[in-house]
């Protein structure tokens, strides 16, 4: 018998929540083990599986609302078919209740054990009997988000703790949309309009992006680097946060080093944007160099070298050899839990993981500051929410090293949220642009 989607999806999750493997890796493995789906039939094992990691927390809260049994002893296989069942209950309104029922009592005979299948039934029935009441469970306090969100109960502390209550909730709510993909149009091959026209045609949906004019956003599609726009080299992928990090640094002429450059986005940026710039690409994930290699290729960008580099090292051959320095360092990634939710389960990350990070993104600045020639630049960047990484990071590298603060409010769009921008540092959050959570430093050595 021929394998059907929601098994497919079944045995992801599985390998997600039993494996401990990352949901893009697992779906990407699952996918090319099935390459017979259709494009229709490969985006619905997507939106179950990356839609059941988003809401995991959220899932079991409802299954042992529901159940005798707790999902903690609820064997692997049969709780993950309740997941992705009570999920298309909850959050695929056209999906038939009839269908969804009958196919988990089917999967559940196949994966087993089979003598559950009524248990399940019985479940999956009564969270359709009660689903109002269970889509309108309104929880308080720190818990509440954590299960209405499903959020590690230590990142919801965070939130609280960094940005208030309120302002807590709102990211969160952010982080539960269907991120979009962002493109940067490559300059030297075509116009912003040209490649809305290409992509219409290509059968994507498309919208301009909010806080650049060289980005597009769009939709509609499930592999994005099958697409031949992309493999014509006509735009590259990257979030626009880190599009107008490298629009903050503007303008950009002679050498430019990029620390921690893979998998590519902003070496690419600054050589759409700068054409004139060389860029030394560096990177300690040497499988890593290969994409931006290939990226550098397929763009048809000219003046950038790829190699090896521990950033946390001092390399006295670059000292002083670099008008710009593009430090967007390791970090706990807390402002991409939208493309990103395995970081949100529990026991993926840590609060003692920023500590860690803190430490090392220093050892970066200190060892790399001397790289930036007198009147030179440093772009600080990270894709997380965090005061000890951000903040605390920069005004310690004011406080030890000859750079000062450099206002880039000119380069921005007239949007409120970038006060800060003149005192030389922002904070974007995800539901302000419907962006990364970004925080963006731009200093002078002097």
């Keep these: 018998m021929m394998i059907n989607e929601r098994e497919i999806a079944v045995e992801t999750l599985l390998y997600i929540t039993v494996n401990g493997a990352y949901s893009n890796i697992a779906l ?4 090319a083990l099935h390459r017979s789906l259709s494009r229709v039939q490969k985006a619905f094992v997507t939106e179950i599986v990356t839609g059941c990691v988003r809401n995991l ?5 409802v299954i042992d609302k529901i159940s005798s049994t707790p999902t903690t002893k609820i064997e692997p296989a049969v709780l993950c078919i309740l997941r992705i069942s009570v999920f298309q209950m909850m959050h695929m309104d056209k999906v038939p209740i009839f269908a969804i029922c009958n196919e988990a009592v089917n999967l559940t005979k196949r994966l087993g054990p089979a003598r559950l299948s009524g248990f399940v039934n019985g479940i999956l029935r009564n969270v359709h009997r009660n689903l109002h009441d269970l889509r309108c469970i309104q929880l308080d306090g720190v818990s509440g988000l954590s ?3 499903s959020c590690a109960r230590w990142i919801v502390e965070h939130f609280v703790e960094e940005l208030g209550f309120d302002a807590a909730r709102e990211t969160l709510t952010a982080f539960q949309k269907t991120p979009q993909i962002t493109l940067c149009v490559n300059q030297n091959r075509t116009t912003k309009q040209e490649l809305t026209a290409i992509l219409l045609d290509e059968g994507v949906e498309v919208s301009d992006g909010k806080l650049t004019d060289s980005c597009l956003t769009v939709s509609k599609t499930s592999d994005i680097t099958a697409l031949p ?4 080299g006509l735009y590259h992928v990257i979030d626009e946060s880190a599009v107008m990090a490298i629009q903050s640094a503007m303008p950009i002429n002679g050498r430019v080093i990029d620390l921690c450059a893979a998998p590519g986005g902003k070496t690419f940026t600054v050589a759409n944007f700068a054409p004139t710039a060389s860029v030394l690409a560096r990177d300690i994930h040497s499988h890593k160099l290969d994409l931006i290699t290939d990226g550098v290729r397929r763009l048809g960008l000219s003046d950038v070298d790829v190699c090896y580099g521990d950033a946390a090292k001092r390399d006295e051959g670059l000292i002083q050899t ?4 593009i430090a967007d360092v390791p970090c706990s990634g807390l402002g991409t839990l939208a493309k990103r939710p395995d970081i949100k389960l529990e026991n993926r990350k840590s ?3 920023i500590p860690k990070l803190v430490e090392l993104q220093r050892q970066i600045l200190a060892a790399s500051w001397e790289y930036v020639r007198p009147g030179g630049k440093l772009l600080y960047s990270t894709c997380t929410i965090s005061s000890a990484e951000n903040t605390d990071n920069r005004n310690w590298l004011l406080d030890n090293f000859p750079f000062r603060p450099v206002d880039f409010s000119g380069q921005l769009p007239d949007f409120e949220g970038f006060a800060s921008a003149v005192d030389g540092y922002i904070q974007i959050l995800p539901q302000h642009y419907n962006t990364d959570g970004f925080f963006i430093a731009v200093f002078e050595r002097v």
């Design 28 to 31: 990407r493995r699952s996918l």
């Design 57 to 61: 927390i959220q899932l079991d809260y």
């Design 147 to 149: 299960t209405q969100f």
């Design 229 to 232: 726009s992309f493999q014509k």
């Design 322 to 325: 670099a008008d710009l320095v």
């Design 351 to 353: 609060l003692a993981d």
